[in-house]
């Protein structure tokens, strides 16, 4: 059996091919089975592997992996297989500026506009956070003047457009450049999946975010560059802590991993979240196995 696979980039800096976060999209993943996906996520060894396959409602049916586990959603792995859904239909005969990608968390309408890849997200669900702010403050290397909590205003919150993530506003950018998760304390901030995933995210300028996200993989806690499904999540912050829109904002990551990102975050008068980056194809291969 041999496998084509793509390299791309997604949330990329224009005029700069190795900005973003990388993505590995296999074009046809028919006849394999979870065990095997999972394998070649591990090969891999990106923040995420997706895998495309039919579906009978959408353009077609995608499975996201990372290293360790299967994610029912995740924002530039939405995007990046988006890119490749369309260059395929493209090649086929079929172009056109939209597709729509079934995935375990429902179904997502990506556009193309302009340059950008957009998705929107679906509805958000919120909890509120049920941890001592000094804990967590401890937790993540900070002093609990670093973050923002108001009860009836900005604070921390789970939030869940597709996968839940707890969102935490700082006071400052500095806050966020300070950062250092100790993974040993986190264990009581877990998400709905048993997962340790955060954003912390502060002002950078007007209608500008610089934000860092946080997950675990085995026993420690890593940082990914581009986080499009917390900028999902962000939108949904925005909305529940009062903030209406449109209005759009410009999340700057991976500031600390000298991988540079840029995502786009978009709400409309009506409520509907849009998360939107740049993507960039590298290169392509093929595995047999």
């Known amino acids: 059996m041999q496998l084509k696979y793509r390299l791309l980039n997604v949330f990329a800096l224009a005029g700069d091919?190795?900005?973003?976060?990388?993505?590995?999209?296999?074009?046809?993943?028919?006849?394999?089975?979870?065990?095997?996906?999972?394998?070649?996520?591990?090969?891999?060894?990106?923040?995420?592997?997706?895998?495309?396959?039919?579906?009978?409602?959408?353009?077609?049916?995608?499975?996201?992996?990372?290293?360790?586990?299967?994610?029912?959603?995740?924002?530039?792995?939405?995007?990046?297989?988006?890119?490749?859904?369309?260059?395929?239909?493209?090649?086929?005969?079929?172009?056109?500026?939209?597709?729509?990608?079934?995935?375990?968390?429902?179904?997502?309408?990506?556009?193309?506009?302009?340059?950008?890849?957009?998705?929107?997200?679906?509805?958000?669900?919120?909890?509120?956070?049920?941890?001592?702010?000094?804990?967590?403050?401890?937790?993540?290397?900070?002093?609990?003047?670093?973050?923002?909590?108001?009860?009836?205003?900005?604070?921390?919150?789970?939030?869940?457009?597709?996968?839940?993530?707890?969102?935490?506003?700082l006071a400052s950018a500095d806050a966020v450049r300070r950062v250092q998760p100790q993974a040993e304390h986190l264990k009581y901030f877990v998400s709905s999946m048993g997962k340790r995933q955060f954003l912390v995210f502060a002002p950078a300028g007007p209608n500008e975010l610089l934000a860092r996200f946080f997950f675990e993989n085995g026993a420690v806690v890593l940082e990914d560059p581009a986080t499009g499904s917390a900028c999902a999540n962000l939108g949904g912050w925005y909305l529940h802590t009062g903030v209406r829109g449109p209005r759009k904002v410009v999340v700057s990551q991976g500031e600390q991993l000298s991988r540079p990102s840029r995502l786009q975050l978009e709400l409309d008068g009506e409520g509907q979240i849009y998360v939107a980056g740049r993507v960039v194809e590298l290169g392509a291969g093929s595995i047999t196995l």
């Not at 060894?45 to 077609?60: G, H, Y």
């Not at 995608?62 to 395929?88: C, K, N, Q, W």
């Not at 958000?124 to 205003?153: F, V, Y």
Request: charged share 15%; with cysteine.
């Open 17 to 169: 091919p190795f900005s973003g976060n990388p993505l590995c999209v296999f074009e046809d993943g028919r006849g394999l089975d979870t065990a095997t996906m999972q394998s070649l996520a591990r090969q891999f060894n990106l923040s995420e592997t997706t895998f495309i396959t039919p579906s009978p409602r959408a353009d077609a049916f995608v499975r996201i992996f990372t290293p360790e586990y299967e994610m029912p959603f995740a924002g530039h792995p939405t995007l990046g297989t988006a890119a490749v859904v369309h260059s395929l239909a493209a090649g086929a005969g079929k172009p056109g500026a939209a597709v729509v990608l079934d995935m375990q968390a429902g179904l997502i309408p990506v556009s193309l506009q302009g340059e950008l890849w957009t998705l929107r997200a679906k509805a958000p669900a919120m909890r509120e956070n049920s941890r001592d702010l000094t804990e967590l403050a401890s937790a993540l290397g900070l002093q609990a003047g670093d973050i923002i909590h108001q009860p009836q205003g900005p604070r921390l919150l789970w939030v869940d457009t597709g996968v839940e993530q707890l969102l935490v506003p």
